[in-house]
């Protein structure tokens, strides 16, 4: 019952302990992670959002540049002019030295004819006339085309501005080499699976992505997530993985380039974080775990003795304090007893006065009559040494203090016990201890109290037998023992033995005080006394008296 | 055969009369009372050698105090202690006072006779010296 309860208690003090250790632990690791994630995944889409705008920036610069050079030179010479090849060529070649990046440039007339032509292609006199391009740039006047096929069956893109001239238009038409296109943008790639790339509105892409893809193929990616400014989007791609889009529109809003990246990759480093933070917090739980169980347990064993310790005591204060409330009630009997003896001694005393008296001498009986009041007064004395006794056992008389030298105490007493000793074959044995102090204690008291020791030792050995008494000193208090090989007491009996009229021995033989005032001696000497005894083997009793240094005088 | 007179005071009666029979079947003249206050009252009225005092009587007077008014009114009488075991204390606080001595109860008969013989021979010696310091002065009915 009581082994359950420390369990339960046990189990209640760890279970909240560890309750109260890990909630905290547990939500702050969590906040600092969640913190620390969202703070590098800012970190990383603030990376990517900037490559994107650096980027966007110097595509945009590639084609301000290209159509820049391609307007000087509309600007600067005539139709007639250029539709000369040997001139067309020149021009091509100083625009390919000054910027570079023009596979070919061609001159088309208002009807859409392909005048002249300088590049690797067979495409004079192509009419461009139903080309989509065609009609954008008469209406806007210069054009950057999307990729498409065009004549050639290659993707491509294109160039083309317009020109007036006092009776015709024409169209001055280049088109980028998409290599170098492509290069420009691919230098936006970066780690081992980043992606630059350029889809137009409609999600065609308009550049080679580094693994796969076919220009003009349609993108899955939907354009329309993309905003103003540089927008970054998040996405599965079809193995799961998570991948971080930076997409900015370039060309009048008509081109989105897209800087893609693994997430998971730049990740890595945060799961490693992660990792460590795991492992941390696991040993740290563990070891929140191992110290509450063990400091619990240690806490719970130690409540558990003193506990045991107190319940000892316990029974001990109950035990001397029934002790103590018999002593009172033998007084308060002896007492009442006492009277009675009195009157009862005097009246038979009284009587034998008047037996002396002549009237009665030739009583036939004077004989008997003295006889009786002879014995009432032997047995008055017999009760009065019984009360005499009981009253001594109750008295609560302070010691007397006096330096008391507890060897001599000793010895005097064997000495009172050595003649009947010896007639009895029983030998007391006590060799003098030269480090007993003297104490300030009551002499007759203590002599008392070794007396009666030694007359039980003495009764229960009987004939034949050995009383072994040794003395220590211990720092505070002086223990004396008295062991005898007598019959010893039995198990039943042990607890009972300092009660007052308690005795084993036969009625008549002793009054059950001797043990019960010794007791009482001690007790109010601060003292204990204590008996250890295994029937048939003999008794041990252990006297402890507290060590009071003597005034000095 | 020499005689003195005795006041027995004892609150347990059957106790007090038998000493009284007692003590004057031995020619001594001796009187019961059963309580401190009485025995004080028979003091002022006619002087005893030797008192004999309970000192505990349930009631009335506390032993201690009648001895104290006794050693008042009568300092040559000699007062002799009963005493139980309990009030051992008390009866040494009573010989500082002036009491002969104590006697613990039950007490044996031939022990109390002692007792009084001493006592008597005591108060007998000092009167003879308060008798010879006195000559001087006789004619003062109280000292």
Redesign the interface.
């Known amino acids: 019952m009581k082994r359950r309860l420390y369990a339960n208690l046990q189990r209640k003090i760890i279970f909240v302990t560890l309750l109260v250790s890990f909630i905290p632990l547990i939500f702050l690791s969590v906040t600092i992670y969640y913190q620390f994630a969202q703070m590098f995944k800012g970190k990383i889409e603030e990376q990517i959002s900037y490559r994107a705008r650096v980027q966007s920036n110097s595509i945009e610069l590639f084609l301000k540049e290209r159509t820049a050079i391609l307007l000087a030179m509309a600007d600067a010479y005539t139709f007639d002019y250029l539709s000369d090849k040997n001139n067309l060529e020149k021009i091509f070649r100083i625009m390919n030295n000054r910027v570079g990046g023009f596979i070919d440039l061609g001159l088309i007339d208002s009807s859409g004819k392909h005048v002249t032509y300088i590049g690797p292609y067979k495409l004079l006199n192509v009419n461009y006339y139903s080309e989509p391009w065609f009609h954008e740039v008469e209406s806007k006047g210069v054009y950057v085309s999307d990729v498409f096929m065009g004549y050639r069956r290659v993707p491509h893109f294109i160039i083309a501005l317009q020109r007036q001239e006092t009776n015709k238009s024409w169209i001055l038409r280049a088109t980028i080499d998409s290599d170098v296109f492509e290069t420009l943008v691919r230098t936006a790639q970066v780690g081992k699976t980043g992606d630059a790339f350029i889809v137009n509105k409609a999600g065609f892409y308009q550049t080679r992505m580094r693994f796969g893809n076919e220009i003009l193929s349609k993108s899955n990616l939907n354009p329309t997530i993309f905003g103003e400014g540089t927008t970054v989007q998040e996405k599965m791609n079809a193995e799961g993985r998570k991948i971080l889009y930076a997409g900015r529109w370039l060309k009048n809003n008509n081109w989105l380039l897209v800087i893609s990246q693994d997430a998971t990759e730049e990740m890595t480093r945060l799961f490693k974080t992660k990792q460590m933070e795991i492992i941390i917090v696991t040993a740290g739980c563990l070891m929140i775990i191992f110290t509450t169980i063990f400091t619990t347990r240690m806490t719970i064993r130690r409540l558990e003795n003193s506990d045991r310790k107190m319940n000892e005591l316990n029974a001990q204060l109950v035990h001397s304090d029934k002790l103590a409330a018999l002593g009172k009630m033998a007084?308060g009997v002896?007492?009442e007893i006492?009277?009675p003896?009195?009157?009862i001694?005097?009246?038979t005393?009284?009587m034998e006065?008047?037996l002396t008296e002549e009237e009665f001498q030739n009583s036939q009986n004077l004989g008997e009559y003295k006889k009786s009041l002879h014995k009432i007064e032997e047995h008055?004395e017999r009760a009065?040494k019984v009360i005499?006794g009981m009253?001594?056992f109750?008295?609560r008389?302070e010691p007397h203090l006096e330096d008391v030298d507890i060897n001599k105490v000793i010895n005097e007493t064997i000495s009172f016990l050595e003649s009947y000793a010896r007639t009895n074959n029983i030998s007391i044995i006590y060799d003098s201890n030269p480090d007993l102090p003297i104490i300030a204690s009551d002499h007759s008291q203590i002599q008392q109290v070794f007396l009666n020791l030694l007359t039980n030792a003495v009764d229960a050995i009987g004939k034949d037998g050995t009383i072994n008494i040794s003395s220590k000193r211990h720092d505070l208090e002086i223990s004396v023992i008295v062991k005898d090989n007598g019959q010893g007491i039995p198990k039943e009996y042990q607890s009972r033995i300092f009660e007052p009229f308690f005795t084993t021995k036969k009625s008549g033989k002793g009054t059950g005080l001797g043990l019960s005032v010794s007791y009482n001696i001690v007790r109010n000497m601060g003292g204990t006394i204590t008996l250890e005894s295994e029937e048939g083997k003999g008794t041990i009793f252990t006297v402890k008296l507290p060590v009071v240094v003597p005034e000095k005088k | 055969m020499f005689t003195f007179s005795v006041l027995i005071a004892d609150d347990?009666t059957?106790?007090l009369e038998?000493?009284v029979?007692?003590l004057q079947?031995r020619k001594i003249e001796a009187t019961g009372v059963s309580s401190g206050e009485a025995a004080l009252e028979l003091i002022k009225v006619k002087p005893f050698d030797i008192v004999l005092l309970d000192v505990k009587m349930p009631g009335g007077m506390d032993g201690i105090e009648v001895l104290r008014e006794i050693k008042k009114l009568q300092p040559l009488t000699e007062v002799i202690l009963l005493t139980?075991?309990?009030s051992?204390?008390t009866s040494i606080e009573g010989l500082k006072l002036g009491a002969f001595d104590y006697l613990l109860?039950?007490?044996?008969?031939a022990e109390l006779l002692e007792k009084l013989v001493a006592a008597f021979e005591n108060k007998a010696s000092q009167e003879q010296k308060i008798r010879g310091a006195k000559i001087k002065e006789i004619g003062r009915p109280h000292s």
């Open positions: 007084a002896a007492h006492n009277n003896l009195a009157v001694a005097e009246k005393g009284w006065d008047l008055v009065r005499h009253l001594g109750a008295r008389m | 347990e059957d106790f038998t000493i029979n007692r079947k139980g075991h309990a051992v204390e109860k039950p007490v044996k008969f």
